[in-house]
C-alpha cells in the first residue's frame, strides 16, 4: 500500500468516528436544587446509570443551585442528592429519573420534600423517589 492511499485511508476512518460520534450524540442535563422554594447551593450531585446503578458523573451546584451535566450519553438515568435528615437522624436521597434520547439538552429540577421523610415516598406527580436508611 502507497504512503498517498495509507493516508486515505487513516482520513476516512478519522471522518466515519467523528460521523458516529456526531450521530450518536450527547446530551447536556441541567436543572436546580431547591427545598421549599429555596436554592441548595455548593451541593454535591449524582448523575447514576438506571441499569447498572454505576455513578456516571459527579456536580456540585452553584451558588443559586443550578447544576450541569454534560457530555451524556443516550440512556437511562437518576439524578441523586443524598443528604443526612438531622430530626430522625437518617441518611436519605432524593432521585428523579431521566431518559436521554441522543444530542439534546434537558431540564431536571430537584426538588427535596419538606418532612416525611420516613421510610420509601413517591411523588406521582414528579416521579422523584425519596429514600431514607
Do not use: W
Not at 22 to 31: D, E, K, L, N, Y
Not at 70 to 87: A, M
Not at 99 to 128: H, N, Q, R, Y
Amino acid at each position: 500500500m502507497s504512503l498517498l492511499s495509507s493516508r486515505v485511508c487513516n482520513v476516512a476512518l478519522i471522518m466515519v468516528v467523528a460521523l458516529f460520534i456526531t450521530a450518536c450524540g450527547s446530551a447536556t442535563i441541567r436543572g436546580t436544587l431547591s427545598h421549599n422554594s429555596k436554592a441548595i447551593g455548593n451541593a454535591p450531585l449524582l448523575l447514576i446509570e438506571e441499569n447498572s446503578g454505576a455513578v456516571k458523573q459527579q456536580t456540585q451546584t452553584d451558588d443559586n443551585g443550578h447544576y450541569v451535566f454534560q457530555g451524556v450519553p443516550k440512556g437511562s438515568y437518576e439524578v441523586t442528592f443524598r443528604f443526612h435528615e438531622t430530626r430522625k437522624d437518617q441518611n436519605c436521597a432524593v432521585t428523579t429519573p431521566v431518559f436521554v434520547a441522543g444530542d439534546e439538552e434537558k431540564t431536571v429540577d430537584v426538588l427535596v420534600p419538606t418532612g416525611g421523610l420516613a421510610g420509601d415516598l413517591m411523588s406521582i406527580m414528579s416521579l422523584t423517589t425519596i429514600t431514607c436508611e
